[in-house]
Each structure stands twice: as structure tokens, then as C-alpha cells.
């Protein structure tokens, strides 16, 4: 039961995720029937202005023996990556108390420093996601996920997804109902699950080899088709063995796996754009049926094709009034 949170605000906070926490655990919303929450912004020293990056001042109420008792200890996003040793000690000090610690996107480097995930599970942004298993080796880190519940330890990708992360908890200690109220408040959806991918569009290598780029170019206006590397490589002028090792040199991945990325990311356009069915989706994209469809888009994006689709189909209505690019721009 969450009845009790304190958000250690430092400098280099970031204001939307500390917003975040605020929203969602900071509000009086009895009059809706939601259980009181007693929160706290706790920093290095009471009523000391805290800076953000946005160059605004939030002032603290509570120093960081705040910290110790809350239900939940959250640490919002921070430009910062070391921190004071007191600060440090109090984070400790909270969780080997039973505070649950809930990070929001770089928050995660926090109580990386706490020594708080040797050997657990957890997330970031996924452009933090390098720097956090170089400076926390002992981590699991999942670098797609929305967020990730190791139990007295939540972990939240950037911005939005940390909404996903606050709702989570108060799924977990107050029940559905409760998720329900605060999300229609806040005009957002209960929570998508933390297993999504965070939707990002994974950058694809580019290939300058003069006998290889045509051929991917020739694949990816014909994904319908079934591709063998024979085939690949005898388009390609080579040696089975020779377009084999250029073509791991020039994409760092195999053949296949490159051509099924192409197929997910098609699947992921059209699932966007068009009213498709499930199995012409499949059938263009060259997986053929919807079963290897479901198959090789939830390994890769983490949710079924129809979830994707109801998260993210642009209506038809919105199509026609996206602005149209002149001729030759």
C-alpha cells in the first residue's frame, strides 16, 4: 500500500518527470476516491532552491531524512551523475528500510550510484542505455521496455513512459479502479503494459557497397518474396561465402535478420497508415501468414500487430489533413 511518497529532487532535475510524480502521487484526490497520499519533495537540504535544467528553482520541503519511512522513494530525472555521499546514504538507507525506489528515465543513474541495481533488472531512456551498463555493469538492463517492476525496484524509460511507471505502482497498491480515476483526471490511458517496446525506429546501417546496396534496395520494393542468401548473392555477383562476410561487414547483421527487421518496420508502416487486414499485412510484408507475422513483430516490438495497431492507426481523417509536400520539395 502506497500511502506515503517522497521525491528526491536534485539539481539537473528535469521538470516533466518530476511533474510526473507530482501529478500522479502529489494531487489531493479523495473527492474522486482515491486514498490520501502524503508526498514530500525531499533534497540534499530543506528549503535549499534545487535547480532544474529548464532553469527553473523548486524549493524542498524536507531534507532527506524525508526520504526514510516513504512508501515509495522516487527519483525523477537528472542531468547529474555523480552525487554527495549523504545523498547517496539516504537512498540506501530508504530501500534496506522497505521504501520501494521507483526511477524515471536518467533517475535510474541514482540509484545505479546507490548501488541499488547490482544484479537487477531495470530500464532507462533509450539513449541512456550504453552509459548505464558502462557505469553499472552488474545491471540487467532491457533497453526497450517501457518500464520495469523487480519488485522494491521500478525503472521507467524517458518522458512519457514514466506516466506508464507511476500508474503501474498505483496499479499494484491501489488497484485498477484507482489507475482508472487518476488516468481519465489526467486525460491519459490507464497504462500501456511495461513490456512495449519504446517504439523507436532502430537505426538501419546504411550499405555504400557497390554490389550489395543494390540488391538490399531490389529486397526492400520486393519483401513479398522468399530470399535465400543464394539468391542475394548470385544478384549480387558474389560467392555465397563473400556476400555472407560483406554483408555482416557493411549492416552488422545477417542477412536474414536484416531482411526480417525490413519486414517488421513495413509491417509497423502499414499497420500505421493503411486499414489492411492482419493477413495482407502479412502477406506483403513477406511473412505470409499472420501466426509468423504475431511471431516476428512480438519478438521485436514487444506487442501483437493488433495492439500496435489500436495504439498507433492514423485514421484516414488524419491522413487528409497531414500537409501535402510540393512537387519537387
Not at 518522458?159 to 489526467?186: K, Q
Not at 534496395?217 to 544478384?235: F, I, M, P, Q, S
Amino acid at each position: 500500500m502506497v500511502s506515503s511518497v517522497a521525491v528526491l529532487a536534485l539539481d539537473e532535475m528535469i521538470v516533466f518527470e518530476f511533474g510526473v510524480l507530482c501529478e500522479v502521487f502529489g494531487l489531493d484526490r479523495t473527492g474522486d476516491g482515491i486514498p490520501p497520499i502524503e508526498f514530500r519533495t525531499c533534497g540534499a537540504v530543506a528549503h535549499q532552491p534545487v535547480r532544474t535544467v529548464e532553469g527553473l528553482h523548486i524549493v524542498p520541503g524536507h531534507g532527506l531524512d524525508g526520504l526514510l519511512g516513504a512508501d515509495l522513494v522516487a527519483l525523477p530525472a537528472t542531468n547529474m551523475r555523480t552525487f554527495p555521499d549523504e545523498v547517496l546514504d539516504a537512498v540506501r538507507a530508504a530501500a534496506a528500510a522497505g521504501s520501494t525506489v521507483l526511477t524515471i528515465c536518467s533517475g535510474v543513474f541514482v540509484a545505479g550510484a546507490a548501488g541499488l541495481l547490482d544484479g537487477r533488472r531495470c530500464t532507462s531512456h533509450w539513449r541512456n542505455v550504453d552509459e548505464l551498463r558502462a557505469r553499472h555493469p552488474l545491471a540487467i538492463v532491457d533497453p526497450d521496455v517501457l518500464f520495469v517492476d523487480d519488485g522494491n525496484l521500478v525503472s521507467s524509460a524517458g518522458s512519457a513512459a514514466g506516466i506508464d511507471a507511476c500508474l503501474h505502482v498505483v496499479r499494484r497498491s491501489l488497484g485498477s479502479a484507482a489507475v482508472n480515476t487518476i488516468a481519465r483526471l489526467m486525460v491519459v490511458a490507464p497504462q500501456r503494459e511495461g513490456g512495449q517496446r519504446q517504439f523507436l525506429d532502430q537505426p538501419v546501417p546504411e550499405c555504400t557497397h557497390a554490389a550489395i546496396a543494390p540488391t538490399l534496395d531490389w529486397v526492400l520494393t520486393h519483401l513479398d518474396r522468399e530470399h535465400t542468401v543464394v539468391d542475394l548473392a548470385r544478384r549480387s555477383l558474389m560467392s555465397e561465402r563473400s556476400f555472407s562476410r560483406r554483408f555482416l561487414a557493411e549492416t552488422g547483421t545477417t542477412p536474414h535478420r536484416w531482411i526480417t527487421q525490413q519486414r517488421v518496420l513495413r509491417a509497423r508502416q502499414l499497420l500505421e497508415q493503411t486499414g489492411l487486414g492482419i493477413d495482407e499485412v502479412a502477406r506483403t510484408c513477406g511473412f505470409g501468414t499472420p501466426a509468423m507475422l504475431r511471431h516476428h513483430f512480438r519478438k521485436a516490438v514487444g506487442v501483437t500487430p493488433g495492439d500496435y495497431r489500436r495504439t498507433f492507426h492514423e485514421s484516414a481523417a488524419a491522413r487528409a489533413r497531414r500537409p501535402v509536400a510540393a512537387a519537387g520539395s
